[in-house]
């Protein structure tokens, strides 16, 4: 069973940074491209980053590029989200996401972005 | 980009009636489309993927359908397990985009 199990949720203020992880079971990690998605308070889904199973190619939503870098460990079995320069509109559910078609979902963590 | 435009954005249903939803693309993306699932307080579950894929262990009354910028999901026979927020997701470009969503009510 694909179990991902995001961590690193709190409370920042706007122009701080944040990394959040993902740990993943029950696939072979290194095998899949891993997406992070966001939703914001009552809103709908937003694709954010996807990362190829070998980190060659990385891909971003404009909302988030230049400041959110995907990266990941296949020998940690970990994919990670370093957010910086992070702002009110970063506040959000952030959901790690296995696959670059099929997606199966973490349960998510809460990303607040407030003075 | 590819925008993702569903509709109707939420809809009010019965058990036991046929459901449809929308979701359009701006551009052609093929059949790579799946639609998502996401009831109250969770994350969002896969239903159907490369647009008429139904996943192991969807009932078989959630139905994909639709190729290039049109495509369909069909509840058959609503249930009481059914409400929740639907939504579609384009894999065949970057950015992947989804769509608004589709809320899905009981009378």
């Known amino acids: 069973e694909v179990q991902l199990v995001e961590s690193g949720e709190g409370l920042v203020q706007p122009g701080s940074s944040m990394k959040l992880s993902c740990v993943a079971s029950?696939?072979?990690?290194?095998?899949?491209?891993m997406n992070w998605i966001r939703q914001a308070p009552k809103k709908g889904l937003e694709w954010i980053a996807l990362?190829?199973?070998?980190?060659?190619?990385?891909y971003y939503a404009d909302s988030v590029k230049g400041r959110f870098t995907i990266s990941r460990d296949n020998s940690k079995n970990t994919l990670y989200l370093e957010m910086n320069s992070l702002r009110s509109e970063d506040t959000a559910m952030y959901y790690c996401a296995k696959g670059s078609s099929k997606l199966d979902w973490g349960q998510g963590v809460m990303v607040t972005v407030s003075s | 980009n590819t925008v993702m435009t569903q509709s109707p954005t939420s809809m009010f249903t019965s058990v036991g009636d046929r459901v449809t939803m929308s979701c359009k693309a701006s551009q052609n993306v093929g059949i790579n489309v799946g639609w998502y699932q996401q009831k109250t307080g969770q994350s969002p579950k896969r239903l159907i993927y490369?647009?008429?894929n139904r996943d192991t262990g969807v009932p078989d009354r959630f139905t994909g359908s639709g190729s290039g910028t049109d495509f369909t999901l069909t509840i058959s026979n609503m249930q009481a397990e059914d409400p929740a927020i639907y939504y579609c997701?384009?894999?065949?470009?970057?950015?992947?985009?989804f769509g608004g969503g589709t809320k899905l009510e009981l009378k």
């Open positions: 490369w647009a008429s």
């Open positions: 029950g696939f072979t990690f290194s095998n899949y491209g």
């Open positions: 997701l384009q894999h065949n470009s970057y950015p992947r985009t």
């Open positions: 990362i190829y199973y070998d980190s060659s190619s990385k």
